[in-house]
């Protein structure tokens, strides 16, 4: 006879094995919205509600960005009885005020500190405070914590260092008996995606990201050439996203359900990038499972900026249930560059939960190019050298950008006068609505929002060409439409 506690033991340990931090969060990568991108250290209560109502009213909300996250910058000091108090001035009702009305909209509420003596804005840190600071946390009815990486006290240089000065929050957190999801922010510091996943729901694995598409910086202190670079002293505050894109691409296959490596928040709308680009930047960031917090400042959103932000099937590329990144499947150096010495193209590629592929096309030269994705790179994780089964079949090319929202249809969101006016708009439009069909549903029902155009097939052994222009990336989701008769083809 087997002893129930045994069984007990053996399906807690499979948990182990697939659920990283185990807590249960952020099966998909977590979306929402954080301050610090376009505002930085001017934050208040105000900004907060008025921010969420406009998630509401775009309708973003129902796109899937339900986290409302306040970055650094909120706090007065540390008082005699150990605890943080928000400063009175930003917030003269207290957080849990602010939680509380954010969690009545169907939000979560995510708030900041770092594991240091002080966060990267001189306020007080949390490091040896775990304790009293994941206490108020809980109290205020916190969802999500950033914590961030500065004034470390030199507690840091090795893996294990890192780890276990994280850890102390991530089990501070644990101890609340409150479910809240714990997002690293230490830069890709000590191999932070070797080991992120056992304490936190994700990690940073760059700088902090600046709204600039391939423009090398100084202040993004690794070696542009070679980004991943273990030896990087600094990781740096000007990090483009062609760097961030070149950082991850060896270590993508870290996020797991649960544990997503962090490509720092959204610039989509912030002014320094093309549309294309910014289109580019969004998509990689979803098919690459970072989390998606909007970092632009909603009360001034363009339509250009709304209607990227709000495309289904992007965003359901990343809140697919596989739950794997895309893969860097081909890097071509050798193409036009421009003044500061950069011009590449990729290919990226990845598996969804439906058999169906994720196929991104970057050019990031500096010329219009004509690109070539052949189906034996497109699934080499499959077998390479054209050995997979999936390359020995067609495969239906549906674009992703295809049905973006127009701009008179998203300048009349925009401009809409009242709730109703907004809901007459959305019916018409017969936009998606995540909190209506989560992603899940809507992917297994078929919905057409989600899948894009369909522009072509690609015959079995042969390749997709197409021409993308300078610094754009063209995004697809191919579907199998048929499988030749000879040769392996069992999927
Ligand atoms: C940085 C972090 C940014 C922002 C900032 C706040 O370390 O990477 O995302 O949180 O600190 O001071």
């Known amino acids: 006879m087997v002893h129930s506690s045994l069984i007990v033991t053996a399906a807690f340990s499979w948990l182990h094995l697939v659920n990283a931090v185990n807590n249960g969060l952020a099966r998909t990568p977590p979306m929402g919205w954080n301050n610090w991108n376009s505002l930085a250290c001017d934050v208040s209560e105000d900004l907060l509600l008025s921010t969420s109502k406009k998630l509401i009213d775009l309708g973003l909300r129902d796109m899937g960005y339900d986290h409302v996250v306040l970055d650094d910058c909120w706090q007065d000091i540390r008082g005699e009885d150990g605890y943080v108090t928000p400063?009175?001035?930003k917030f003269p009702n207290g957080m849990r005020a602010i939680s509380d009305q954010l969690h009545m909209k169907g939000f979560k509420f995510g708030m900041y500190s770092s594991a240091g003596e002080m966060t990267c804005a001189r306020y007080a840190g949390s490091l040896d405070h775990e304790s009293k600071d994941a206490e108020n946390f809980a109290s205020w009815g916190v969802d999500f914590l950033k914590y961030d990486n500065c004034y470390h006290m030199g507690r840091m240089g090795t893996p294990e260092t890192s780890f276990n000065r994280f850890k102390a929050m991530s089990d501070a957190l644990?101890?609340?008996?409150?479910?809240?999801?714990?997002?690293?922010?230490?830069?890709?510091?000590?191999?932070?995606?070797?080991?992120?996943?056992?304490?936190?729901?994700?990690?940073?694995?760059s700088g902090d990201i600046y709204d600039s598409f391939a423009r090398p910086d100084d202040l993004c202190g690794c070696d542009t050439n070679n980004p991943t670079d273990p030896f990087c002293i600094a990781p740096g505050t000007h990090c483009s996203v062609l760097f961030i894109l070149n950082k991850v691409a060896p270590f993508v296959d870290r996020s797991i359900p649960g544990g997503w490596n962090d490509l720092d928040m959204l610039e989509v709308g912030q002014g320094g990038m093309t549309d294309e680009e910014y289109k580019a930047h969004f998509a990689l960031w979803a098919a690459l499972k970072s989390p998606l917090m909007l970092g632009n400042d909603l009360r001034v959103t363009s339509p250009s900026t709304l209607s990227i932000i709000n495309n289904p099937a992007i965003i359901a590329l990343s809140q697919d249930m596989h739950g794997r990144a895309a893969q860097r499947v081909a890097r071509n150096l050798d193409v036009p560059k421009d003044e500061y010495g950069v011009g590449e193209t990729h290919i990226w590629s990845g598996k969804l939960h439906n058999g169906d592929q994720v196929v991104i096309l970057l050019n990031a030269a500096n010329e219009d190019l004509d690109m070539s994705a052949p189906l034996s790179e497109i699934f080499v994780s499959e077998g390479p050298g054209g050995s997979a089964p999936q390359a020995n079949q067609s495969w239906e090319v549906f674009d992703l950008w295809a049905n973006r929202m127009s701009d008179a249809e998203a300048r009349s969101i925009l401009e809409a006068a009242d709730d109703q006016t907004r809901a007459e708009i959305f019916g018409k439009l017969g936009w998606y609505n995540a909190t209506d069909i989560p992603y899940e549903v809507g992917l297994e029902q078929g919905d057409k929002r989600l899948f894009g155009q369909k522009v072509g097939v690609v015959e079995a052994h042969s390749a997709w060409n197409v021409k993308v222009l300078r610094h754009s990336a063209k995004v697809y989701r191919f579907r199998r439409s048929g499988v030749k008769s000879e040769g392996h083809n069992e999927l």
Not at 176 to 203: F, K, P
């Open 87 to 89: 400063d009175k001035g």
């Open 174 to 205: 644990r101890a609340t008996g409150r479910q809240i999801a714990l997002s690293l922010c230490n830069w890709g510091e000590d191999y932070v995606h070797t080991w992120g996943m056992s304490i936190a729901n994700a990690w940073r694995m």
